[in-house]
């Protein structure tokens, strides 16, 4: 069965500190992973997208790594701001189909305080 | 930000209520979603879109339908309303070349609370 597993459920961090987010996944065959920042009342917004042959991308102070083999993507949140506080969700997208299937975590509920 | 819009943001409706949650886009996209999505849970394909008059159901069950009738509007329509139908729906859309490589793009949803 695929899936995408994500943890922490939610975390909590000082403004300014660091924070590296985890996310597992069973989708076979892979597509491309994606990062999305969900705020509070909005829709996601993609912060980042790997292929199978990418093991890093950078956006900004978030970097996204890819390790294909484990099929273990992780997010990590530098120098981290007020405006951070959000759900990141790892998606994970399959080549079986035209639609380009995808499948969502649930989401690592993120909260910096100051 | 996306050029994709939801309307209403918030809506309270008894139960048995008719109601229609817009979805319009201004990027010429083929393709449309809609999302169910419960705190702290996935986000649930329910409805989707390759373009003009295509429609296909999701993989999650739903009693709603939808409509694409304008490359631009994708509303979703529930006949008769019932507490279950409580939740947050999200509509997205995406270019059609380049599968699911292209991103999509959402709108910031309809939060709905059937009484």
């Known amino acids: 069965k695929n899936q995408v597993e994500q943890s922490p459920q939610s975390l909590i961090i000082l403004e300014g500190k660091n924070c590296t987010l985890q996310?597992?996944?069973?989708?076979?065959?892979?597509?491309?992973l994606r990062w999305y920042k969900q705020d509070t009342g909005r829709g996601p917004v993609s912060l980042t997208i790997m292929t199978f042959s990418e093991n890093t991308k950078s956006n900004g102070r978030y970097t996204a790594t890819l390790d294909a083999d484990t099929k273990q993507s992780s997010l990590h949140i530098t120098a981290s701001q007020l405006s951070d506080s959000a759900s990141y969700i790892c998606v994970v997208s399959d080549r079986g189909s035209t639609l380009g299937r995808l499948y969502f975590g649930r989401g690592t509920q993120l909260t910096v305080w100051p | 930000e996306a050029d994709i819009y939801q309307t209403p943001r918030y809506l309270v409706i008894g139960t048995g209520k008719k109601i229609t949650l817009e979805c319009s886009q201004t990027?010429?996209?083929?393709?449309m979603y809609w999302y169910q999505q419960d705190p702290g849970m996935e986000l649930h394909l329910i409805h989707y879109?390759?373009?003009?008059?295509?429609?296909e159901k999701g993989d999650l069950s739903s009693e709603s339908t939808v409509s694409r009738i304008r490359t631009e509007h994708f509303p979703l329509t529930l006949e008769s309303a019932r507490p279950s139908h409580t939740s947050q729906y999200l509509c997205?859309?995406?270019?059609?070349?380049?599968?699911?490589?292209?991103?999509?793009?959402f709108g910031p949803g309809t939060r709905l609370t059937v009484l």
């Open positions: 990027m010429g996209h083929d393709k």
């Open positions: 996310c597992n996944y069973t989708v076979s065959p892979f597509s491309n």
């Open positions: 879109s390759y373009g003009v008059n295509s429609t």
């Open positions: 997205a859309s995406s270019e059609s070349e380049g599968g699911s490589y292209n991103e999509q793009f």
